[in-house]
């Protein structure tokens, strides 16, 4: 079936790197996303990687995917205040453009 | 560009009210996605269009909940008759390949 999971909660210390991690049991999805989403504001698009990358980077972020494991990881360097937000990893496992498949998010907390 | 355009904002409405939430999507974009977010269930897809046809609706929790996209620049999700448990934020995104912009969003409370 269809699952993304996330862990809930993450508190890292301003200046720090951020790991969130994500699992997701379909082999064959197609496209793996990042996003963000401040308190009372819509998801915005941080990035996304094509399943048969390993690695993106895109300057504080970074993205790693594990196709074997189905293990997808965010991580953000140096982290900042203005990070605070929740984080969902998604998965879309039709053509591209196509439904996407959420997790439940992980808040992310940084205190200064 | 504005970016996916969603209307009202916030919705409170009494329970056994028709609400109807409105989406402009991004100009040029042939994806058009209806989502819902609770606490309890987190981000569920609720129907999707392409070039303004309803592709997917199996996530449309009942009968009383219907979506139309009468042209490529506009959208409506209709409840009718709202109940509590309707109670959530509504989302439209638009994509025109592999990636979707989401809507601010409407807040809908019914009491």
């Known amino acids: 079936g269809e699952d993304v999971e996330q862990s809930l909660f993450l508190s890292v210390r301003e200046g720090d790197s951020s790991v969130i991690n994500c699992t997701y049991t379909?082999?064959?999805?197609?496209?793996l996303y990042w996003y963000k989403q401040e308190p009372g504001a819509g998801l915005q698009l941080l990035t996304y990687?094509?399943?048969?990358?390993d690695m993106k980077q895109d300057q504080r972020l970074t993205v790693l995917l594990n196709k074997k494991d189905k293990h997808l990881s965010l991580r953000i360097a140096d982290t900042q205040t203005g990070d605070s937000a929740i984080y969902f990893c998604?998965?879309?496992?039709?053509?591209?453009?196509?439904?996407?498949?959420f997790g439940k998010g992980t808040t992310l907390s940084v205190s200064s | 560009d504005a970016g996916v355009i969603q209307s009202p904002r916030h919705e409170v409405t009494e329970m056994g009210q028709e609400v109807t939430l409105r989406c402009k999507p991004i100009s040029g974009h042939d994806y058009l996605f209806w989502y819902r977010q609770t606490m309890m269930r987190g981000l569920e897809l609720l129907i999707y269009?392409?070039?303004?046809?309803?592709?997917?609706d199996s996530g449309m929790p009942e009968d009383r909940f219907s979506a139309k996209m009468p042209n490529a620049s506009f959208s409506t999700l209709k409840i009718q008759p709202s109940e509590p448990r309707d109670s959530a934020v509504y989302f439209c995104?638009?994509?025109?390949?592999?990636?979707?912009?989401f809507g601010p969003g409407t807040r809908l409370l019914v009491l």
């Open positions: 998604a998965e879309s496992k039709e053509q591209a453009g196509t439904a996407l498949i």
């Open positions: 990687i094509f399943s048969n990358m």
């Open positions: 269009f392409n070039n303004n046809v309803p592709i997917d």
């Open positions: 995104a638009s994509s025109l390949s592999e990636t979707q912009y």
């Open positions: 379909d082999s064959s999805s197609t496209y």
